[in-house]
């Protein structure tokens, strides 16, 4: 078996272990969910459990992993940074943000239930995910409330909310190189900064390891949305299960759409090797995750 396929075989696995626990706990009888309005919870339902890659999960287990972290609150703290996640795309398909029909090759929630639903949807994830970190099993409280902070932090106005208000608000003027990277790394960085952070702070190790896991993420965020940009230009919508070609039919500034598609390969390639030297610490126990690197950068979908 190649080194990808195994990595994607992983991957997957992962991606089941979180998909129970997001199941579990958007099932009517979840203590944390007990009580929803029914049509709510499936909208909460149709915007998680509708097959997204998982990546930010597998980025908090494996992360954890590296430093023998409790698993069970690993998948727990997983499945809270993916219901975060999914209220992101959820608000960002709404009319007043991206205005898209298409997620995940199915109807977005706006489209499938109403656009009220879909806010209340997006709020209730949000939500929901707050319990998750305070109910993950086996990790200390002082962990808890590490992780809840560095969460409110990253997907907040300073993080993932302030960066859709600079993308928003760049759609009437022009961003410099240097503020693009600022909106990136708040709006996508933040959220994948944090799941590679999570893995050490899960394993109560707060001083260097969290500051090395914390570069490697803030670096694969950058990977990660500079592959999106170029997948926007040269993927098609039925391989990404979105729209295409958004960027630049709005005239949006991307980094591809300055400096062309072999810069942006060359960029990178050189990001996964800063990712993997941020790991080097940890010799051959970083492999897993600077195989999440390279699969950040030459994603197809
Ligand atoms: C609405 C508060 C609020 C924030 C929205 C995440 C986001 C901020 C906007 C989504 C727009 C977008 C396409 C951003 C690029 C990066 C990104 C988050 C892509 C989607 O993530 P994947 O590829 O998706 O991990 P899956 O579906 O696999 O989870």
Request: aromatic share 4%.
């Amino acid at each position: 078996m190649s080194a990808a396929s195994s990595f994607e075989t992983r991957l997957s696995a992962s991606a089941a272990t979180v998909e129970a626990k997001l199941d579990a706990c958007l099932s009517a009888d979840h203590p944390l969910v007990k009580g929803t309005p029914s049509r709510l919870l499936a909208a909460m339902r149709h915007g998680v459990l509708n097959g997204g890659k998982r990546l930010r999960p597998f980025l908090v287990i494996e992360s954890a992993r590296l430093f023998d972290g409790a698993a069970a609150g690993a998948v727990s703290v997983a499945a809270a940074l993916e219901c975060v996640h999914s209220y992101s795309l959820v608000h960002d398909d709404l009319p007043a943000m991206d205005d898209d029909d298409l997620r995940r090759g199915l109807p977005t929630v706006h489209k499938a239930f109403d656009e009220a639903t879909a806010i209340l949807a997006g709020d209730a994830l949000l939500t929901l995910a707050v319990g998750l970190v305070a109910e993950a099993e086996g990790i200390a409280a002082e962990a808890r409330l590490a992780l809840t902070l560095a969460l409110s932090r990253e997907a907040g106005a300073a993080g993932m909310v302030g960066g859709q208000a600079l993308d928003l608000a760049a759609e009437d003027e022009t961003l410099d190189e240097a503020a693009i990277a600022r909106m990136q790394a708040m709006k996508t960085g933040a959220l994948i900064a944090f799941a590679s952070e999570a893995g050490p702070i899960i394993a109560g190790a707060f001083g260097e390891d969290r500051q090395r896991l914390r570069r490697f993420g803030e670096t694969i965020g950058l990977a990660f949305q500079l592959a999106d940009d170029l997948l926007d230009e040269t993927a098609d919508a039925a391989a990404l299960g979105k729209a295409t070609g958004k960027d630049r039919a709005r005239g949006k500034k991307t980094l591809p759409a300055l400096h062309g598609h072999d810069w942006t390969r060359a960029r990178l390639a050189s990001l996964v090797d800063e990712a993997a030297s941020s790991l080097a610490p940890y010799g051959g126990r970083g492999a897993v995750l600077c195989e999440a690197a390279r699969f950040i950068s030459d994603r197809r979908s």
